[in-house]
Structures are given as C-alpha cells and as structure tokens.
C-alpha cells in the first residue's frame, strides 16, 4: 500500500503563500488520483483538490478555485498544493489522500499539515 507524507505547512498572513507537498511511497504513484483534504476546528473534513493520475483533470472546492493550484509530478512521487490569497478561514489541517485508480474511495490518508493564517 501507498504511505504518504505531507510538508509545507505553517503560519502566513493573509494574502500569503504556501506550497504543501505530499511525498508518496510504496506502489506506482501513477495507479493512483490525488486528493487534498482539510479539516477545520471543530468542523468536519472537507475537500478541497483533486487531481488524476495522468495530472490532467484537475477539480477545486469552490472555496480555493483561483487561489490554490493542485499538481503533480508522477516522477518524482509527489503531489503538490500551491496555496497563494491564503484567508483566515482556510487555516485547517491538511492532508492528502491517494484514490485507487478505479475506486471511489481515498483508500490511503497522510498525518496532514497545520496551515494556519493570520490577519
């Protein structure tokens, strides 16, 4: 099975940046679609990215389109979040999480990372 490692987060003001990434291990990186979750305090998990195996259909939460860009690099083994308007209201934990190609369920989950944005 796949493991999966998130980096790149931290604290930004508002307007900011940040890149998160998710290194993958195990089985081919390409058998799988992509998918960036967070979770708020307090608030259910909730998506936010995905991105296919061949990289070349990407989808957005209404939230974040125009402001986060979800990538792929199926040589390097990653996935990749860029995050640039950051707000207040997208501080949440984020993971990512690797759908089977063929399945309908994330089957393999991150520990996420902390974004958090300031005013």
């Known amino acids: 099975q796949v493991q999966l490692v998130e980096s790149g987060g931290g604290l930004v003001q508002a307007g900011g940046s940040l890149r998160l990434s998710c290194a993958a291990s195990?089985?081919?990186?390409?058998?799988?679609?992509m998918g960036w979750f967070r979770q708020a305090p307090g608030k259910e998990r909730e998506f936010v990215a995905a991105i296919s195996w061949g990289g070349f259909i990407p989808t957005y939460t209404d939230s974040v389109k125009g402001r986060f860009t979800i990538t792929r690099d199926n040589a390097k083994n990653t996935a990749y979040l860029q995050m640039n308007s950051l707000k207040p209201e997208d501080t949440a934990v984020y993971f990512c999480?690797?759908?089977?190609?063929?399945?309908?369920?994330?089957?393999?989950w991150g520990q996420g990372t902390q974004v958090t944005v300031t005013v």
């Open positions: 999480a690797a759908q089977p190609r063929g399945s309908a369920n994330y089957n393999y």
């Open positions: 195990g089985p081919t990186f390409s058998n799988y679609n």
